[in-house]
């Protein structure tokens, strides 16, 4: 295990060079053994969709030339409504290089990024059970917890879907 210090890291916006690193952390670290009840799913679409569409709220942590961990975001403007909001889609670390203040200095880049595009709140949300994640985002000012409910039907065990199943066997 690494122990640099903090002053090792950089962080910075991400480039398009960046995505299959942060695409290969990704799958790493939102693995679906780990959080199986995720309604939104890691993919190769997510750091391309985001980068491609808000660029502006994507940074990655550098550490020795490789991505160490990035925060991923997009800015969402209501119609109707003079508030936008920031809204913090994933954050990852490498697992080696935790609790070193990467994830605090990925939280910095992207509340001042939103703050200079003019958000009035910013959002983020995760797992139940993930009491890190919901631990670390306490420390950064988060609040007013919400809680959701997100139902999944297994499809394998319907009819229909056996009836499909049998027809393409």
């Not at 605090?104 to 009035?120: E, F, N, P, S």
Request: net charge negative.
């Amino acid at each position: 295990m690494h122990n640099p210090s903090n002053r090792s890291f950089q962080v910075r916006e991400m480039e398009l060079e960046d995505i299959p690193a942060v695409y290969a952390l990704g799958e790493a670290v939102f693995t679906a053994d780990k959080w199986p009840s995720l309604y939104r799913t890691w993919d190769e679409y997510e750091p391309i969709t985001l980068f491609s569409t808000d660029g502006d709220f994507c940074f990655v942590a550098e550490y020795e030339g490789r991505v160490a961990g990035f925060a991923l975001g997009s800015l969402i403007d209501k119609r109707h409504s003079a508030w936008s909001y920031g809204y913090l889609t994933w954050l990852a670390v490498d697992p080696e290089l935790k609790r070193l203040g990467i994830a605090t200095q990925l939280m910095d880049a992207i509340t001042d990024a939103y703050i200079r595009a003019g958000a009035r709140m910013m959002i983020v949300d995760t797992d139940a059970e993930n009491a890190t994640a919901i631990s670390f985002f306490r420390r950064h000012g988060f609040r007013d917890e919400d809680r959701h409910v997100y139902l999944s039907k297994n499809l394998t065990d319907h009819p229909g879907y056996r009836r499909l199943r049998r027809r393409k066997d």
